[in-house]
């Protein structure tokens, strides 16, 4: 039979006597930061639970919230927009408490609320939108390999994530029963593809969210994908700072370095985010050494501002995060709520760029719908060439000329 790396291990058993309201001086010594408003949540929502067992991932995942009911017992009455039961096969909902936590310590009516609860439009399929806009299932050499680009591969672990986001470009894969398990077998297969194939140099392990695998699952794919010789960097993309900050232990980490170069391409939203659990969560896999780089999609009335993204961005770099793409959001079906114009995005990034410092200035990025890949949007900073040189426009409108001897050849 085989060993099943992706199931979260049993819970570490509490002794009795700790199943109390929690103890502030005596959860003092746990290495996790909380503060008082934790507290009064957990006391509130999961009486019978400690501060430990609130820090320890497993607890957060076991304890999930998928229904709505739940959700309104927690949250008291919610909006009328909210689907109170989903079609079968849609992508299910699902939050850790903690990120239940975080919403409740934000205002009721927070965007970020409508970026993991299933809202009605989401029923609503409209012209373009596409199950697979990436079509990545046309480049699937064997299970759980996308290879769109020469030298570098997806590999999608698992199909489970610790929360899901409503406007998930794989919603057609994560969340399905025969994907969110993956066995040792179909990885062993897809390390094989990239063993055989000396051109891949750079793997990103993703899923769902990889960092919902057990220490030893990761540490399974860490070492097998580092013995290969062409791969010199693999990188993981996570939202798990973001939803399950506790997931960030220090045994986590130890593996993680063992296997350098490995970066990080992290999943903020919002500045709101940024709770001092996620900062910590940031901060240690700092720590480790692991780059991390942080890929926002642009979500229509949740961030779709200058202001919020240039707060998210210094807020992201004061924990070594750097900004590293603004997505536009892709039409998978019912997502017409969530997409906003492309000049939005363009807006963003000539908000941003020189009112701020180039490394708060991310990409804005296209995935082109067909398979075409990720297209970076540029904001239009070239007006025009001439013998004299190349007309350039600053972020204030004014313009520059830059000599170049051919530049009456430049293609714009
Ligand atoms: S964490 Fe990533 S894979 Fe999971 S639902 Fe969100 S966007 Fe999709």
């Not at 993703?206 to 580092?226: H, K, N, V």
């Not at 779709?304 to 998210?312: A, H, N, T, W």
């Amino acid at each position: 039979m085989e060993e099943n790396l992706t199931e979260a291990s049993p819970l570490s058993m509490v002794p009795a006597r700790d199943h109390a309201v929690p103890n502030k001086n005596r959860l003092s010594v746990l290495s996790f930061p909380y503060d008082e408003s934790i507290l009064q949540f957990i006391a509130k929502n999961y009486p019978h639970t400690t501060i430990h067992d609130w820090n320890n991932w497993n607890w957060q995942i076991k304890h999930s919230i998928d229904s709505a009911d739940r959700l309104k017992e927690i949250f008291g009455e919610f909006h009328e927009n909210v689907i109170r039961s989903l079609p079968e096969d849609h992508l299910p909902f699902r939050i850790t408490p903690y990120f239940s936590s975080l919403l409740s310590r934000l205002s009721p009516n927070h965007p970020l609320f409508r970026t993991v609860v299933p809202a009605k439009e989401e029923l609503i399929t409209t012209p373009g939108e596409m199950i697979d806009p990436l079509c990545e299932a046309e480049i699937t050499p064997v299970p759980h390999i996308v290879h769109r680009y020469p030298d570098r591969v997806l590999f999608t672990v698992t199909g489970f994530c610790a929360a899901y986001c409503r406007y998930c470009t794989r919603s057609h894969m994560v969340s399905q029963q025969n994907k969110c398990h993956v066995s040792i077998r179909s990885w062993d297969r897809a390390i094989e593809y990239i063993r055989i194939n000396n051109c891949i140099r750079d793997v990103l392990i993703s899923g769902g969210d990889p960092l919902t695998l057990s220490d030893s699952g990761i540490e399974y794919l860490l070492s097998r994908i580092r013995a290969i010789p062409h791969v010199e960097i693999i990188r993981i993309g996570t939202k798990i700072p973001v939803v399950l900050p506790m997931r960030i232990t220090r045994s986590l980490v130890n593996i993680i370095k063992k296997y350098h170069p490995v970066m990080m391409s992290l999943h903020f939203s919002h500045p709101d985010e940024l709770s001092i659990e996620a900062r910590e969560a940031c901060n240690r896999l700092a720590d480790g050494g692991i780059p991390l780089g942080s890929q926002s999609v642009l979500l229509k009335g949740v961030n779709d501002q200058v202001e919020i993204f240039k707060k998210l961005n210094h807020e992201l770099l004061k924990v070594r995060v750097r900004p590293y793409y603004i997505y536009q959001c892709d039409p998978i079906p019912g997502s017409a709520h969530f997409r906003t114009e492309i000049k939005k995005g363009i807006d963003i990034i000539n908000g941003l760029t020189g009112y701020t410092s180039g490394y708060a200035v991310p990409h804005f990025v296209i995935d082109a719908p067909g398979g075409g890949g990720k297209i970076p949007i540029l904001p239009y900073a070239i007006k025009s060439t001439n013998k004299e040189g190349v007309t350039l426009i600053n972020y204030e409108g004014k313009e520059y000329i830059y000599p170049e001897k051919f530049s009456h050849n430049l293609e714009i």
